[in-house]
């Protein structure tokens, strides 16, 4: 619904399907933990095709030593489902994905290296348009915690190694 009342309004909007975890197979739910087939179910619903103009998903890995292939095998196990359901012509956006130094802080260069990887190599994926980083700030120092410490600036304002690939990237 949503979908028909954004293209009625204009109809160059897009619409931008909510990203899926992982690959979209295998779909995270609070509580529940992990759903199969959660891609291949939605596929079955009439109309959800049709409910959006880009796919989006948060291939996430968080280990740096195997993370490119990570990320490529989940993003390929998506671009499967999407061309089993003729569906492979849409632009894939992936809207979220991190590399965190763990709070580890002989990781930060570790992070910055991997982030260029990251971007440089995926960007030229065929199959994926654009590429959004999670996340800007550290928001956390808790050893371990990949979410926390995904940030290129720290808590206290000041720039990690990967603030200054991050920003490169675009030159």
Not at 91 to 119: C, H, Y
Request: charged letters at 25%.
């Amino acid at each position: 619904a949503a979908h028909d009342e954004l293209k009625t309004v204009d109809p160059n909007n897009k619409v931008i399907l909510g990203g899926l975890s992982k690959d979209g197979v295998f779909l995270y739910s609070f509580g529940d933990g992990l759903k199969e087939n959660g891609l291949e179910k939605a596929y079955l619903i009439d109309g959800f095709k049709d409910s959006f103009d880009i796919f989006s998903i948060h291939p996430y890995c968080s280990r740096f030593e195997t993370l490119l292939e990570e990320v490529l095998d989940l993003c390929n196990t998506a671009f499967r489902t999407m061309d089993k359901y003729n569906d492979g012509k849409k632009p894939v956006w992936i809207t979220e994905q991190m590399l965190s130094s763990r709070g580890d802080p002989n990781l930060l260069d570790d992070q910055a290296e991997g982030l260029e990887k990251f971007f440089t190599k995926l960007i030229k994926h065929p199959r994926i348009d654009k590429i959004f980083f999670y996340n800007l700030y550290v928001y956390g120092q808790t050893p371990g915690s990949s979410s926390e410490n995904s940030g290129i600036i720290n808590n206290d304002f000041t720039t990690r190694p990967a603030y200054e690939t991050y920003k490169n990237l675009a030159k």
